[in-house]
Protein backbone atom coordinates (compact mmCIF):
# COMPACT_ATOMS: atom_id res chain seq x y z
CA UNK A 1 0.00 0.00 0.00
CA UNK A 2 1.51 3.30 -0.84
CA UNK A 3 2.15 6.15 1.24
CA UNK A 4 -1.33 7.75 2.28
CA UNK A 5 -3.51 5.85 0.62
CA UNK A 6 -6.26 4.08 2.57
CA UNK A 7 -7.24 0.71 3.17
CA UNK A 8 -9.72 -1.27 1.82
CA UNK A 9 -13.36 -0.52 2.89
CA UNK A 10 -11.78 2.37 5.47
CA UNK A 11 -14.00 5.67 6.10
CA UNK A 12 -12.92 8.60 3.98
CA UNK A 13 -15.00 11.42 5.49
CA UNK A 14 -14.18 13.00 8.57
CA UNK A 15 -15.64 11.88 11.92
CA UNK A 16 -17.27 15.89 12.25
CA UNK A 17 -17.56 17.65 8.87
CA UNK A 18 -17.47 20.85 10.61
CA UNK A 19 -14.12 20.51 12.20
CA UNK A 20 -11.08 19.95 9.97
CA UNK A 21 -9.13 17.70 12.74
CA UNK A 22 -6.21 17.65 9.86
CA UNK A 23 -4.93 21.13 10.84
CA UNK A 24 -2.71 21.25 14.24
CA UNK A 25 -4.73 23.87 15.61
CA UNK A 26 -8.14 22.70 15.05
CA UNK A 27 -7.09 19.33 17.14
CA UNK A 28 -5.96 20.99 19.93
CA UNK A 29 -9.00 23.46 20.05
CA UNK A 30 -11.15 20.35 19.99
CA UNK A 31 -10.36 18.97 23.25
CA UNK A 32 -9.90 22.19 25.28
CA UNK A 33 -12.15 22.49 27.55
CA UNK A 34 -12.98 18.82 28.26
CA UNK A 35 -11.69 18.62 31.57
CA UNK A 36 -14.90 19.72 33.86
CA UNK A 37 -17.11 18.03 31.06
CA UNK A 38 -15.29 13.98 32.02
CA UNK A 39 -15.24 15.23 35.68
CA UNK A 40 -18.55 15.96 35.90
CA UNK A 41 -19.95 12.93 33.95
CA UNK A 42 -17.69 11.03 35.94
CA UNK A 43 -19.18 12.42 39.24
CA UNK A 44 -22.81 11.92 37.88
CA UNK A 45 -21.82 8.36 36.77
CA UNK A 46 -20.55 7.50 40.53
CA UNK A 47 -23.78 8.92 41.66
CA UNK A 48 -26.29 7.22 39.30
CA UNK A 49 -24.51 3.93 39.70
CA UNK A 50 -25.32 4.49 43.63
CA UNK A 51 -28.08 4.77 42.90
CA UNK A 52 -29.23 1.97 40.80
CA UNK A 53 -27.01 -0.39 43.20
CA UNK A 54 -28.87 1.16 45.97
CA UNK A 55 -32.78 -0.14 44.27
CA UNK A 56 -30.71 -3.63 43.39
CA UNK A 57 -29.87 -4.20 47.43
CA UNK A 58 -34.07 -2.75 48.03
CA UNK A 59 -35.34 -4.78 45.28
CA UNK A 60 -33.41 -8.34 44.42
CA UNK A 61 -34.08 -10.49 41.77
CA UNK A 62 -33.40 -13.77 42.24
CA UNK A 63 -30.85 -15.50 39.62
CA UNK A 64 -33.01 -17.15 37.04
CA UNK A 65 -35.88 -14.68 37.67
CA UNK A 66 -37.01 -12.13 35.78
CA UNK A 67 -35.33 -8.59 36.60
CA UNK A 68 -38.16 -6.09 37.47
CA UNK A 69 -35.51 -3.95 39.28
CA UNK A 70 -34.14 -3.64 36.30
CA UNK A 71 -36.63 -3.04 33.69
CA UNK A 72 -38.29 -0.60 36.54
CA UNK A 73 -34.79 1.43 36.69
CA UNK A 74 -34.67 1.68 32.75
CA UNK A 75 -38.18 3.16 32.41
CA UNK A 76 -37.56 5.39 35.49
CA UNK A 77 -34.61 6.81 34.02
CA UNK A 78 -36.41 7.51 30.85
CA UNK A 79 -38.86 8.86 32.25
CA UNK A 80 -36.60 11.39 34.16
CA UNK A 81 -34.32 12.27 30.57
CA UNK A 82 -37.68 12.94 29.43
CA UNK A 83 -38.37 15.53 31.99
CA UNK A 84 -34.84 16.45 32.32
CA UNK A 85 -34.68 17.42 28.52
CA UNK A 86 -37.84 19.45 28.08
CA UNK A 87 -36.80 21.49 31.23
CA UNK A 88 -33.82 21.92 29.40
CA UNK A 89 -34.09 23.24 26.37
CA UNK A 90 -37.78 24.57 26.74
CA UNK A 91 -37.43 26.26 29.99
CA UNK A 92 -34.07 26.62 31.65
CA UNK A 93 -30.96 27.88 30.38
CA UNK A 94 -28.69 25.78 32.37
CA UNK A 95 -25.05 26.13 32.78
CA UNK A 96 -22.90 23.92 30.06
CA UNK A 97 -21.94 21.41 32.41
CA UNK A 98 -25.73 20.47 33.86
CA UNK A 99 -26.68 18.04 30.97
CA UNK A 100 -23.32 16.18 31.00
CA UNK A 101 -23.46 15.99 34.85
CA UNK A 102 -27.43 14.48 34.78
CA UNK A 103 -28.02 13.64 31.46
CA UNK A 104 -25.13 11.91 30.78
CA UNK A 105 -23.54 10.91 33.99
CA UNK A 106 -26.54 10.79 36.82
CA UNK A 107 -28.94 8.88 33.95
CA UNK A 108 -26.52 6.97 32.59
CA UNK A 109 -25.02 5.95 35.62
CA UNK A 110 -28.59 5.25 36.70
CA UNK A 111 -29.95 3.29 33.81
CA UNK A 112 -28.36 0.01 33.34
CA UNK A 113 -28.87 -1.29 29.30
CA UNK A 114 -25.66 -3.14 30.00
CA UNK A 115 -27.39 -5.38 32.22
CA UNK A 116 -30.35 -5.50 30.43
CA UNK A 117 -28.04 -7.03 27.55
CA UNK A 118 -26.39 -9.72 30.28
CA UNK A 119 -29.92 -10.53 31.15
CA UNK A 120 -30.97 -11.16 27.92
CA UNK A 121 -28.02 -12.88 27.15
CA UNK A 122 -28.79 -15.28 30.16
CA UNK A 123 -32.02 -16.00 29.52
CA UNK A 124 -31.02 -17.78 26.25
CA UNK A 125 -28.07 -19.50 27.52
CA UNK A 126 -30.58 -20.93 30.08
CA UNK A 127 -32.49 -22.13 27.40
CA UNK A 128 -34.98 -19.51 27.86
CA UNK A 129 -35.35 -17.74 24.19
CA UNK A 130 -38.31 -16.26 24.72
CA UNK A 131 -38.70 -15.18 27.85
CA UNK A 132 -35.55 -13.02 26.56
CA UNK A 133 -36.81 -11.81 23.43
CA UNK A 134 -40.13 -10.90 25.65
CA UNK A 135 -38.01 -9.08 27.66
CA UNK A 136 -35.96 -7.39 25.02
CA UNK A 137 -39.27 -6.13 23.64
CA UNK A 138 -40.81 -5.42 26.61
CA UNK A 139 -38.02 -3.00 27.55
CA UNK A 140 -37.98 -0.81 24.79
CA UNK A 141 -41.21 -0.60 24.91
CA UNK A 142 -41.41 0.69 28.15
CA UNK A 143 -37.66 3.15 27.82
CA UNK A 144 -40.05 4.45 24.49
CA UNK A 145 -43.42 4.77 26.18
CA UNK A 146 -41.62 6.04 29.45
CA UNK A 147 -39.63 8.94 27.62
CA UNK A 148 -41.89 9.98 25.23
CA UNK A 149 -45.19 9.90 27.95
CA UNK A 150 -42.79 12.29 30.47
CA UNK A 151 -41.64 14.55 27.55
CA UNK A 152 -46.09 14.72 26.51
CA UNK A 153 -46.93 14.88 30.21
CA UNK A 154 -44.32 17.97 31.12
CA UNK A 155 -45.20 19.96 27.94
CA UNK A 156 -48.86 20.16 29.12
CA UNK A 157 -48.11 21.36 32.90
CA UNK A 158 -45.77 24.06 31.32
CA UNK A 159 -48.25 24.89 28.97
CA UNK A 160 -50.95 24.59 31.87
CA UNK A 161 -48.57 26.61 34.08
CA UNK A 162 -48.27 29.21 31.82
CA UNK A 163 -52.55 30.19 31.94
Not at 100 to 115: C, D, K, R
Request: hydrophobic content about 50%; aromatic content about 10%.
Amino acid sequence: MSKGAQPPGAATERTDPDVGLSVPARRRAGTRGLGPVVAVVALGGAIGACARYGASLMWTTRPGSFPWTTLLVNGVGCAVIGVFMVVITDVWAAHRLVRPFFGTGVLGGFTTFSTYAVDIQKFVAAGQPRTGLAYLALTLLVALTTVWSAVWLTRRALMWRQR
